[in-house]
Every structure is written in C-alpha cells, then in structure tokens.
C-alpha cells in the first residue's frame, strides 16, 4: 500500500471519528458551555501528546524551535477561530445550515491552496469538489437559504478550517508532527479558555459534579483523545502525503458519518434527498480519484479502434 493511499484511509478514518462524536458533543454542551468544554478537551489532548512525546519520542522535545512554535500557533488559531465562529454562529442559524455552509471549505480549500501553495487543482479534484458540494448541499440543507448574521459566522468558520488544512500542508512537511500538533492544539486550548472567562461562566469548568456529568464526561473521554489528539496527529503525519484538495473532499465524510451515527444512536432517518447528497459525496471522492489522463487515453483507444 502507497504512502498516498494510507494517508488517504487515515484521513478518511478521522473524518469518520468526527462525524461519531457530533451527537455526544451536542448532549455535552447542554451542560457545560461550548467555549469551556474546548477548553477542557484541548487541554487533556494537549497533556496527552505531552506525555507520548515524553515517554516515546523525547528527542522531538529538542525540535521545538521559535519556527515549529510559530507554525503551530498559527495552525491553533485557525483551528480555534474554526471552532469559535461555529459556535457562535450555531445561536443564530440551523444545525443544517451550518453543516452545508462549514462544507464549503472542501470548495475553498483548493482556492486557497492555489494562492498560498501554489498548487494547481486538475479537473478531476475541481470536478469531484463540485459534485460532493452538491451532495452537502442535498444532505445538510433545508427547503430555504435566507443569509444572516449565523450565516455569515458559519462562512467564516469555513474559512477557518479551510486556511488551517491549507497550512497544515505549508508546515507538515518541515516539522516533526507530534510536536507541531502539541502547539496547535495547546494553542486552541489557551484562545477556548480565554474566550470562557470573558464569555461564559468559565468556572463550571472546576466543578467536579460537571466535569464527571456522565454526558460530559463521556463526551470528553471520546473527543480528547481520539477526536482531538490522534486525529490531527494524523492529519499532520499524513496530510504531507496528499494534497490539500484531496484532504477537504475526506473530510466531506464527516456529516455522512455524522447521520449514519445519528440514525444508530437516535434514530434520525435521512430523508431520500440526504440520501441522494450522501452518494453525490461518495460520487465526489471517486471522481477525484480519477487520474487526469484517463479520458484522453480512453478516446485515443477508441480512435485507434476505428
């Protein structure tokens, strides 16, 4: 199996753990606010991977330079501004809404990497991004689209997760991935709790009762670890072994995923259009696969033929 290929599977499996963890967040943040449960969780991610890195890999403690501090900083923000504007945003618009318009970063994403990596996206990519953003479209969206203010938070979250898969590819390749993720997430960490205390009641993140909430907790104990630190560990090892158009179009599975552990754990049956989306998705990601000179080889056989 190919680098490439790996990546991709790897890749596919964190978009995979991002979509299961939706419902379980979703009964978490009842009880302690969203800014204070980032906090908390980036924080046991961040003392996770510490603790890794101190135990198995201590000669990366020696790679963490002022240019690996500065990329992964750079990276937290994006991440933590991701997270912020989607939010925010979800107190002025639908759920549904904010899924289809936080998938526009899979139409960004090659946008900007054209821009600040210079890569070129083929046709298949620019094709397949297309149809998944169709299938997002059919799978998240309601019957209208009225913009407002949610509106426009959840674009900007877009946004934000789109530049931080874009410079996760800029700074993947030249630094150790353990502790580039370390900064990130450390950085995503301090900027949740930041916001709680000027924003929420920042100190039912200190209380026991909450803290061990058997939704909290669980909550917790499946997003820290798997969602948050193995996952963009994963994503910072892999995502050097593809491009940044291919990672957006995965990470397009996450609100397949999402609904096949919502009719699992509660029942939500998808509607025939979301139905529709989820295939235009899978649709999406085969197309992208498809090498660009495939057709001209297949109409220069035909030629031939005749």
Known sequence: MNKRLTADIILLLVALIWGATFVVVQNAIDTLPPFSFNGVRFTIASLFLFLIMLIFYRQQLASISRPLIRAGIILGIWLFSGYGFQTVGLLYTTSAKAGFITGLSVVLVPVFAFFILKEVPKWPAITGV??????LYLLTLGDSFILNLGDFLIFLCAISFG?????????????PALA???VQIGT?????????????????????NILFNRDVAFALLVTAIPATALAFLAQTTFQKF????????????????????????QDELLSFKGFIGAFLIFLGMILAEIPPGTFSFLKRTKELKS
């Open 130 to 135: 297309m149809v998944a953003t169709v299938g």
């Open 242 to 265: 593809t491009t940044s158009a291919r990672v957006s179009l995965i990470f397009a599975m996450e609100p397949v995923f999402a609904a096949l552990t919502a009719y699992i754990w």
């Open 180 to 182: 580039l993720a370390l």
């Open 188 to 208: 995503v960490a301090v900027l949740s709790f930041i916001l709680a205390f000027f924003l929420e009641d920042w100190r039912l993140a200190l209380q026991s």
């Open 163 to 175: 530049m931080q898969i874009v410079f996760t590819g800029k700074y993947a390749p030249y630094h």
